[in-house]
């Protein structure tokens, strides 16, 4: 029973980040902004992880979708990635260490 809802929940957030994708491209970001909005409150309720995929691209604090360009800067600093929000000027960094290791294990094999 808990494992059906977990996997309806998991379900419908792919869904809507697929909508919000869809309606970022059109131009319509208070759209994407709810379904952000709603995926993360199923996530939430149901103890469902947001998957890998679909974490960078919203901001926890304001819950807006980021798209690059539009609503959010990505800068390359130190060997991490730097998103910041437009809307509220939150800030994330990740490591991108996996990259420059696969770029300096080419550049040694060549």
């Keep these: 029973m808990k494992r059906e809802r977990r996997a309806i929940a998991r379900q419908r957030i792919h869904h809507l980040f697929r909508e919000a994708d869809r309606r970022a491209m059109e131009g319509r970001l208070e759209l994407a902004n709810r379904y952000v909005y709603l995926a993360r409150k199923i996530a ?13 691209r919203f901001c926890r604090k304001c ?3 980021l798209l690059p360009g539009k609503t ?13 929000c437009y809307n ?11 990259e420059i290791k696969e770029r300096r294990r080419n550049a040694a094999g060549n």
């Design 44 to 56: 939430m309720r149901y103890l469902v992880r947001i998957p890998k995929q679909y974490r960078h």
């Design 88 to 98: 509220c000027g939150g800030k994330k960094r990740y490591p991108y260490i996996r």
């Design 72 to 84: 959010c800067r990505v800068r390359l600093k130190k060997h991490r990635v730097v998103i910041t």
């Design 63 to 65: 819950n807006s979708y």
